[in-house]
């Protein structure tokens, strides 16, 4: 195996157990993955690994061909796992933070406007059944609902996946998805979390201490966040 890939999958593992062994770190963690959503739990854990300030980041030759800006010169690639050909393999993202626009125009990121999107708020509200409210108390209402539907599945199947004991409490794990998929989309959309919910519910992570059953956890939270 390619020594560079050895070192990245060590530096997943070492970052997987440091979030379910340390809340803050769980936390930092959760408000890098939160502009993340369209990578995969582990792509999210190793950007945030390299670099915890990303925002928005994407392949050298998106970056080039589409978005009209080029990658500093100098700068080393975030290293991301794919496979190929039943091969770990590695590919290359950079934030736009190490980019610069080739015709001086800066790059309008999108952003969550409660006036702009108003009407969407209204649609997503309705689809999901939920009285009109303030956007953070409608994000945390709709993520219970989703997490509801979902927790006997997610913890019939963490059980038998995992083998966990009786010491894994359902209501725990449900009450762990949804406050950290609610942090996720809050922080997303330029909200405080903590104004809305509860730090406490967070360290719940801790109760889920190894390496397969925060990434099971985490790959359903990016479901449902993204």
Not at 204 to 214: P, Y
């Amino acid at each position: 195996m390619n020594p560079k890939v050895k070192d990245t999958i060590k530096e997943l593992i070492k970052r997987k157990q440091s979030i379910y062994s340390d809340v803050d770190e769980y936390i930092k963690f959760l408000d890098t993955a939160s502009g993340l959503y369209k990578y995969s739990f582990e792509d999210q854990l190793l950007i945030y690994a390299k670099k915890p300030s990303a925002i928005a980041c994407a392949e050298y030759s998106l970056w080039n061909e589409k978005v009209n800006r080029y990658v500093k010169k100098g700068t080393e690639g975030i290293p991301l796992l794919k496979e190929e050909n039943g091969k770990l393999k590695l590919r290359y993202v950079f934030d736009v933070s190490d980019t610069r626009s080739l015709t001086n125009t800066p790059l309008k990121l999108w952003e969550f406007d409660e006036d702009i999107h108003k009407k969407a708020m209204l649609n997503i509200n309705k689809k999901y059944e939920v009285p009109t409210k303030t956007v953070p108390k409608s994000v945390i209402e709709i993520v219970s609902k989703e997490v509801e539907g979902k927790i006997d599945d997610i913890f019939a199947s963490l059980s038998q996946d995992l083998s966990l004991s009786n010491s894994y409490d359902k209501n725990i794990l449900k009450k762990l998805i949804e406050e950290s998929s609610s942090y996720m989309i809050l922080k997303r959309l330029g909200y405080e979390p903590f104004d809305y919910l509860s730090e406490q519910k967070l360290f719940f992570i801790l109760n889920f201490d190894t390496e397969k059953s925060v990434t099971y956890i985490n790959n359903h939270i990016h479901s449902i966040t993204k």
